[in-house]
C-alpha cells in the first residue's frame, strides 16, 4: 500500500444527546495510541469521529473501521456497520454491547473486540494488513467474536492488562480537548452493583501508578491548556495512598492548585479524612451514586454493606471539607413502592446535596437486573430497538423498559416527572455557585438543541 493503513474509529453516540457529546471518546483514543506506538505513524493513520460516517467514506476512505457502542446505542452502530460495510470497508465492533452480548455481533462486521481491547484491536489490524480474515486466522486471535459461517464462534478468554501503566496516553490529538476534559486514573471497580455493565466490563481493579497520572495530568495542562479535569473512574478514592502521592507528586510540579478536579465517589469510602485528601488534591466537586433514600431498595441495588445513613454521612463530609456533592439516584426498582420511591425524594429534599440526577431502573446486559428483565420476557438479545434501554427517559417514556412489579407504567413515569421537576429546581438555583457552571453555556446550547429535536422530531415522523 503506498500510503499508510487509515482507520476510522467511531463513537456510536446519539449525537443530538447532550450528555453522550460531553466528552470525547478517550476509548478509541487509547486504542488508536497502542496501535500508534505499535505499527508506527508512518504506517497507520487514524479519524475519531461520532457522527456522520457516510462523509468520512467518500472523502476519506478509510481501509478499516471500528466502531464502539453501549447498549441503547446499538442500533445506530449496526447501521453505521451496514453502511461501511456496503462501501467494501471491514468493520470491527467493540464496546460494553459487544462485550456482554457477543451473540448479537451483526453479519456486516467482522468481528468484535470482548472487553478491554487495545491487544484484540492490534492483532486484527495485523490480521488485516496480512489480508486474512479467515475464521481459521480470527480463531487464534483471544478476546473476540466473529461469524464462521452461519455461527459465531467466541475465541479463548483475554485476561485485562495487569500493568495498564504500559499503555501509552490516548491520542488526545484526535479528539476535540477543550479547557474542561477528562481522564482515567484507573479501570474497573471492586463492587458489583446489581445495576453496573461497566464493573463487568473492566473485569477487575487496576489502577495507574500515581506518577503515570502525574504526569498524564501535566501533559492536559501543557500540550492542551487544561485546568479542569474530570476524573471519569468508576470509583476514584479507592486507593487512599495514590491520592497522597499523587498530591504530592502535583505538588512538586508546581500543578497544585493550579488545575481543579471532579471525580465519582461510592458514599461509604468517604471518611472525613478521604473528604480532606480530596479538597487538599484539588478536587472541588463530587458525585456520588446514592441511588435510594431506603435501605431496603439500596441493599437491592447496591448490597448490604452500604445504608442510607452512609449517604447522608459521605454528603456531609464532602461538605465539610469544602467540596460540592452531587448524586444521582435510581428509581424503579422491581418490589420498590411508592412509599419508598417517597423516601428517596425525602431524602434529597432534607440533604445538603448540590445538584441531583434522576434515573429509572434501566437493565444493562451482563448485569443482574438484565437477566431480571431477561427471566421475565422483558428484554432480549433480539431486541429490535434497543433504544428501550436509553436511560434518558423523557425522550421516549413509553417504550422504555418498566421493571417495577407495583407500579405501573403510568404511576412510575408521574413519580420520574416529580423528581425531574425537583431536579430542574434544585440545579438552577445550586449551578451559579457551582465549579461546573463553567459548562453552562456549552451544556445549555446542546440542550436546547437535544429538547428542540425531541419535540419537533417526533412530529416530523409524524407527518411523513
Given at each position: 500500500?503506498?500510503?499508510p493503513?487509515?482507520?476510522?474509529?467511531?463513537?456510536?453516540?446519539?449525537?443530538?444527546?447532550?450528555?453522550?457529546?460531553?466528552?470525547?471518546?478517550?476509548?478509541?483514543?487509547?486504542?488508536?495510541?497502542?496501535?500508534?506506538?505499535?505499527?508506527?505513524?508512518?504506517?497507520?493513520?487514524?479519524?475519531?469521529?461520532?457522527?456522520?460516517?457516510?462523509?468520512?467514506?467518500?472523502?476519506w476512505?478509510?481501509?478499516?473501521?471500528?466502531?464502539?457502542?453501549?447498549?441503547?446505542?446499538?442500533?445506530?452502530?449496526?447501521?453505521?456497520?451496514?453502511?461501511?460495510?456496503?462501501?467494501?470497508?471491514?468493520?470491527?465492533?467493540g464496546?460494553?454491547?459487544?462485550?456482554?452480548?457477543?451473540?448479537?455481533?451483526?453479519?456486516?462486521?467482522?468481528?468484535?473486540?470482548?472487553?478491554?481491547?487495545?491487544?484484540?484491536?492490534?492483532?486484527?489490524?495485523?490480521?488485516?494488513?496480512?489480508?486474512?480474515?479467515?475464521?481459521?486466522?480470527?480463531?487464534?486471535?483471544r478476546?473476540?467474536?466473529?461469524?464462521?459461517?452461519?455461527?459465531?464462534?467466541?475465541?479463548e478468554?483475554?485476561?485485562?492488562?495487569?500493568?495498564?501503566?504500559?499503555?501509552?496516553?490516548?491520542?488526545?490529538?484526535?479528539?476535540?480537548?477543550?479547557?474542561?476534559?477528562?481522564?482515567?486514573?484507573?479501570?474497573?471497580?471492586p463492587?458489583?452493583?446489581?445495576?453496573?455493565?461497566?464493573?463487568?466490563?473492566?473485569d477487575?481493579?487496576?489502577?495507574?501508578?500515581?506518577?503515570?497520572?502525574?504526569?498524564?495530568?501535566?501533559?492536559?495542562?501543557?500540550?492542551?491548556?487544561?485546568?479542569?479535569?474530570?476524573?471519569?473512574?468508576?470509583?476514584?478514592?479507592?486507593?487512599?495512598?495514590?491520592?497522597?502521592?499523587?498530591?504530592?507528586?502535583?505538588?512538586?510540579?508546581?500543578?497544585?492548585?493550579?488545575?481543579?478536579?471532579?471525580c465519582?465517589?461510592?458514599?461509604?469510602?468517604?471518611?472525613?479524612?478521604?473528604a480532606?485528601?480530596l479538597?487538599?488534591?484539588g478536587?472541588?466537586?463530587?458525585?456520588?451514586?446514592?441511588?435510594?433514600?431506603?435501605d431496603?431498595?439500596?441493599?437491592?441495588?447496591?448490597?448490604?454493606?452500604?445504608?442510607?445513613?452512609?449517604?447522608?454521612?459521605?454528603?456531609?463530609?464532602?461538605?465539610?471539607?469544602?467540596?460540592?456533592?452531587?448524586?444521582?439516584?435510581?428509581?424503579?426498582?422491581?418490589?420498590?413502592?411508592?412509599?419508598?420511591?417517597?423516601?428517596?425524594?425525602?431524602f434529597?429534599?432534607?440533604?445538603?446535596?448540590?445538584?441531583?440526577?434522576?434515573?429509572?431502573?434501566?437493565?444493562?446486559?451482563g448485569?443482574?437486573?438484565?437477566?431480571?428483565?431477561?427471566?421475565?420476557?422483558?428484554?432480549?438479545?433480539n431486541?429490535?430497538?434497543?433504544?428501550?434501554?436509553?436511560?434518558?427517559?423523557y425522550?421516549?417514556?413509553?417504550?422504555?423498559v418498566?421493571l417495577?412489579?407495583?407500579?405501573?407504567?403510568k404511576?412510575?413515569?408521574?413519580?420520574?416527572?416529580?423528581?425531574?421537576?425537583?431536579?430542574?429546581r434544585?440545579?438552577?438555583?445550586k449551578?451559579?455557585?457551582?465549579?461546573?457552571?463553567?459548562?453552562?453555556?456549552?451544556?445549555?446550547?446542546?440542550?436546547?438543541?437535544?429538547?428542540?429535536?425531541?419535540?419537533?422530531?417526533?412530529?416530523?415522523?409524524?407527518?411523513l
Amino acid at each position: 500500500m503506498s500510503r499508510p493503513l487509515r482507520i476510522l474509529l467511531i463513537n456510536a453516540i446519539s449525537p443530538k444527546v447532550e450528555v453522550e457529546r460531553r466528552y470525547p471518546g478517550l476509548g478509541l483514543a487509547y486504542l488508536a495510541s497502542v496501535a500508534l506506538n505499535h505499527f508506527g505513524s508512518k504506517s497507520i493513520e487514524f479519524r475519531i469521529i461520532d457522527e456522520n460516517p457516510a462523509g468520512f467514506i467518500g472523502s476519506w476512505r478509510p481501509d478499516l473501521a471500528g466502531i464502539s457502542s453501549v447498549s441503547q446505542n446499538f442500533n445506530i452502530a449496526m447501521r453505521y456497520a451496514n453502511l461501511l460495510s456496503c462501501a467494501g470497508i471491514p468493520v470491527i465492533l467493540g464496546g460494553v454491547h459487544i462485550s456482554a452480548l457477543p451473540h448479537t455481533l451483526p453479519s456486516s462486521a467482522v468481528a468484535g473486540c470482548m472487553g478491554e481491547a487495545e491487544q484484540s484491536f492490534i492483532e486484527l489490524v495485523q490480521a488485516h494488513l496480512e489480508g486474512d480474515f479467515s475464521p481459521k486466522r480470527l480463531a487464534e486471535i483471544r478476546g473476540i467474536c466473529f461469524w464462521d459461517g452461519d455461527r459465531i464462534e467466541i475465541t479463548e478468554y483475554r485476561p485485562p492488562l495487569d500493568n495498564i501503566d504500559a499503555l501509552p496516553f490516548p491520542a488526545r490529538d484526535l479528539l476535540a480537548i477543550g479547557s474542561h476534559t477528562y481522564m482515567f486514573t484507573s479501570r474497573g471497580c471492586p463492587y458489583r452493583c446489581t445495576f453496573c455493565s461497566s464493573s463487568r466490563f473492566w473485569d477487575k481493579l487496576r489502577f495507574f501508578s500515581p506518577e503515570y497520572v502525574a504526569e498524564e495530568i501535566e501533559h492536559l495542562a501543557r500540550d492542551y491548556g487544561v485546568s479542569f479535569i474530570t476524573f471519569y473512574d468508576d470509583l476514584f478514592a479507592a486507593r487512599r495512598s495514590g491520592l497522597e502521592t499523587i498530591t504530592r507528586l502535583l505538588e512538586k510540579k508546581k500543578l497544585l492548585g493550579k488545575i481543579r478536579f471532579t471525580c465519582s465517589c461510592r458514599a461509604n469510602t468517604v471518611t472525613p479524612e478521604v473528604a480532606r485528601m480530596l479538597a487538599r488534591m484539588g478536587i472541588v466537586s463530587v458525585g456520588l451514586g446514592l441511588e435510594s433514600g431506603d435501605d431496603e431498595v439500596l441493599h437491592y441495588l447496591k448490597g448490604k454493606n452500604i445504608s442510607v445513613e452512609d449517604n447522608y454521612a459521605a454528603i456531609n463530609n464532602l461538605k465539610n471539607a469544602g467540596i460540592f456533592a452531587n448524586a444521582s439516584f435510581i428509581i424503579g426498582s422491581p418490589h420498590e413502592t411508592r412509599e419508598q420511591i417517597i423516601r428517596t425524594y425525602t431524602f434529597i429534599q432534607k440533604s445538603r446535596l448540590d445538584l441531583m440526577d434522576i434515573y429509572l431502573l434501566t437493565p444493562f446486559p451482563g448485569t443482574p437486573v438484565w437477566e431480571y428483565a431477561k427471566h421475565r420476557g422483558l428484554v432480549s438479545e433480539n431486541m429490535e430497538d434497543w433504544s428501550a434501554l436509553d436511560v434518558n427517559v423523557y425522550r421516549s417514556p413509553g417504550k422504555i423498559v418498566i421493571l417495577s412489579e407495583v407500579l405501573t407504567r403510568k404511576e412510575l413515569i408521574a413519580l420520574y416527572k416529580k423528581f425531574r421537576w425537583m431536579r430542574l429546581r434544585r440545579n438552577l438555583l445550586k449551578i451559579w455557585n457551582h465549579p461546573m457552571r463553567r459548562d453552562i453555556p456549552k451544556v445549555a446550547r446542546r440542550k436546547i438543541a437535544e429538547m428542540l429535536d425531541w419535540k419537533i422530531g417526533p412530529q416530523k415522523k409524524r407527518s411523513l
